[in-house]
């Protein structure tokens, strides 16, 4: 089993900030890493697939980046309808989720 | 655009069997791969496991001797049957397109249905 670590677990920033989440791989995933915002109450919002492509409708203010184990979403200036929590994903055998990563509002 | 709706009971008794059903709308079930996730009250996503329109699964490996999902696509709907439930299967429980290549991201998510697992 493939496991995902995400850190920092809670990242406290202000709104323009910009926002650095990390996703490590226990074993290379190749680019085969999306990632995910949830916020309370609703269902996880698909943000970045194939590591580095946004999904449809996406702000460009999110980015994806990485390769292998190492894996990266960049937020660039944070609206206020960013504090959420975010997980990574990735597919191997079988599909597993990073514990997210909680951005909250400083 | 493509709409995903889960439906079942919200409470389900210890020992018996978790039945959810997910109804594919404003699009064609087939050419893709079908995902159940769950989360636990206050806790991270797990994903349960996948059907191919085609009728091939995978399941999570934790749940497997527990879990049947099948499709029907003159319904456009897949279901998800989880046995001998505990109060430790009590989540919210999702289903979500998988991209039709390799099932690597999932585009579209229902709003989720909450089972609670309690006599």
């Known amino acids: 089993e493939i496991v995902l670590t995400q850190s920092p677990a809670t990242l406290s920033l202000s709104p323009g900030e910009r926002a650095t989440l990390s996703c490590r791989a226990s074993?290379?995933?190749?680019?085969?890493l999306a990632w995910y915002q949830q916020k309370p109450g609703q269902a996880p919002r698909l943000l970045i697939y194939a590591a580095s492509d946004r999904a449809t409708g996406i702000p460009a203010r999110f980015s994806g980046s990485g390769s292998g184990t190492d894996f990266t979403l960049t937020i660039s200036s944070l609206e206020p309808e960013d504090f959420a929590v975010y997980y990574c994903q990735q597919r191997s055998n079988w599909l597993t989720f990073g514990g997210g990563t909680k951005v909250e509002i400083k | 655009q493509v709409q995903l709706q889960e439906s079942g009971p919200g409470l389900v008794k210890p020992s018996e069997t978790l039945s959810l059903t997910c109804t594919v709308s404003?699009?064609?079930?087939?050419?893709?791969?079908w995902n159940w996730i769950r989360q636990p009250p206050g806790k991270g996503l797990e994903w349960v496991g996948y059907i191919y329109y085609s009728g091939s699964t995978n399941y999570n490996p934790s749940l497997k001797s527990r879990v049947t999902i099948s499709v029907d696509t003159s319904k456009n709907q897949l279901s998800l049957k989880l046995s001998s439930v505990t109060a430790a299967d009590t989540a919210v429980y999702y289903c979500?397109?998988?991209?039709?290549?390799?099932?690597?991201?999932?585009?579209?998510w229902g709003k989720g249905t909450t089972v609670t697992v309690s006599s």
């Open positions: 979500a397109r998988g991209d039709h290549y390799y099932n690597s991201y999932m585009d579209v």
């Open positions: 074993q290379s995933v190749s680019s085969y």
């Open positions: 404003g699009g064609s079930i087939s050419s893709y791969y």
